[in-house]
């Protein structure tokens, strides 16, 4: 049973190879999915507000090159040009991060401790803060900068318009790219609100090739949103502590090992 199971999967891949060519061909004399990147990094960036939901899985290697995965699933409100409230619940961690234009502050909900600085400036500027500064990364974050295209295309060494995918019941154009180190894939909706749906980051840079996978839902533009979404109020009994001491909010849980095993 297993044999004939084994042989049907090599089967199914062997032609999906070839159909996955097939398209390969047919498109390349108009490989259009930079246009497309082009057209979804345009429409998010010139939407005042937006609101939505995700689901993230992110996998590491154990050293008996084991692949495990970590799921969480989060909300994410964000109004332009410098305000953004979002939250991630996972199986280890329950975050919320809280950005009022002036001030970041980052609340570990299950140690009622929370950590904050002075961060002036827009959403862009937080970002590089967070990542080069304290190792922080938003879900998708280069999905919601005012210049989603740059980012996005900069590395890029090949892009391929791929067809046509499903998510979340939304007909989607289905993009993949290939970076130097890694490969990712976008799956993006058909029609005028060419929005995000899914995400999916190959790492080539690590053993078995670990995935991080991003699905985005009920992403809804021009929401009204009150000044109070983005005020932060701590809750009762909760510490403030430096952001060192918030070590315990990543996706994987402490004691996990990340990259290569050796």
């Known amino acids: 049973m297993l044999l ?12 999906g190879a070839g159909l996955l060519s097939t398209a390969h061909n047919a498109r390349a004399a108009d490989d259009d999915a930079l246009q497309i990147l082009k057209a979804m990094s345009d429409y998010m960036a010139s939407q005042k507000s937006i609101s939505l939901s995700f689901d993230t899985d992110i996998e590491v290697i154990t ?13 994410l409100l ?3 040009p410098d305000k953004l409230r979002a939250s991630r619940t996972g199986g ?14 980052v609340l570990g909900k299950s140690l009622n401790a929370y950590a904050q600085a002075d961060a002036p400036g827009s959403v862009d ?28 295309a900069s590395d890029v060494i090949t892009g391929k318009h791929i067809g046509q995918g499903v998510i979340d019941g939304a007909e989607c154009e289905h993009l993949a790219f290939r970076n130097q180190d890694t490969d990712w894939q976008l799956w993006v909706r058909t029609g005028d609100q060419p929005i995000p749906c ?3 980051i190959t790492s080539k840079a690590t053993a078995a090739a670990p995935q991080y996978t991003l699905v985005i839902r009920d992403l809804k533009t021009d929401a009204e949103l009150n000044a109070d979404a983005f005020a932060f109020q701590p809750p009762a009994d909760a510490k ?4 060192k001491a918030l070590g315990d909010i990543d996706e994987v849980p402490p004691g996990t090992i990340k990259g290569d095993a050796e």
């Open 4 to 15: 004939a199971s084994c042989r049907t999967l090599s089967l199914a891949l062997v032609i």
């Open 63 to 75: 050293p008996e090159i084991q692949k495990i995965q970590f799921a969480s699933s989060g909300k």
């Open 78 to 80: 964000l109004s332009r």
């Open 92 to 105: 280890y961690a329950d975050v919320e991060l809280v950005f009022d234009g002036k001030t970041v502050t």
């Open 125 to 152: 500027q937080l970002v590089d803060l967070l990542r080069n500064q304290y190792g922080l990364e938003l879900p998708g974050a280069d999905l919601l900068i005012s210049n989603p295209y740059e980012a996005l």
């Open 198 to 200: 899914k995400l999916v």
């Open 240 to 243: 403030r502590v430096d952001f």
